[in-house]
C-alpha cells in the first residue's frame, strides 16, 4: 500500500505564506516527479509546480517567483513554500507522485494522489 498524506494548509492573510507537505509512505522503491496541484471552487483542477528526483523544477506562470517546490528525497517528502498569497490562490492543494513500489512480489509503477489540504486567503 503507498499512501500520500498533505499537511500545512490552514487560513492566511493576503501576503502571508505557508508551506505544504507531503509525505508518501508505504512499499515505496523510488519516486520519480512530485507535483503539487490545486483545485479551487467551480474549477478544473490545474498543475502549480512539479519537481523531478534530481530536482528540477517547473511552475504555472500564476505561482513563478511566490512559491518554491522542493523535495528531501531521503524522507520520501515534497514541500511547497508559499509566500505573497493571493485571494485567487485559494484552492484545496493535492501532491501526486509518480512512484515504483512493491507490493509484495515484483514491483509495480502509478502515479499516486493525497487526500488535499484547504489553502484559503482571505482578510
Known amino acids: 500500500q503507498v499512501q500520500l498524506v498533505e499537511s500545512g494548509g490552514g487560513l492566511v492573510q493576503p501576503g502571508g505564506s505557508l508551506r505544504l507537505s507531503c509525505a508518501a509512505s508505504?512499499?515505496?522503491?523510488?519516486?520519480?516527479?512530485m507535483g503539487w496541484n490545486r483545485q479551487a471552487p467551480g474549477k478544473q483542477r490545474e498543475p502549480v509546480a512539479s519537481?523531478?528526483?534530481?530536482?528540477?523544477?517547473n511552475y504555472a506562470d500564476s505561482v513563478k517567483g511566490r512559491f518554491t517546490i522542493s523535495r528531501d528525497n531521503a524522507k520520501n517528502t515534497m514541500y511547497l513554500q508559499m509566500n505573497g498569497l493571493k485571494p485567487e490562490d485559494t484552492a484545496v492543494y493535492y501532491c501526486?507522485?509518480?512512484?515504483?513500489?512493491?507490493?509484495?512480489?515484483?514491483?509495480?509503477?502509478?502515479?499516486?494522489w493525497g487526500q488535499g489540504t484547504q489553502v484559503t486567503v482571505s482578510s
Open positions: 508505504g512499499s515505496i522503491f523510488s519516486i520519480y516527479a
Open positions: 501526486n507522485a509518480d512512484l515504483v513500489y512493491k507490493p509484495g512480489t515484483g514491483y509495480r509503477r502509478g502515479d499516486y
Open positions: 519537481i523531478t528526483s534530481g530536482g528540477s523544477t
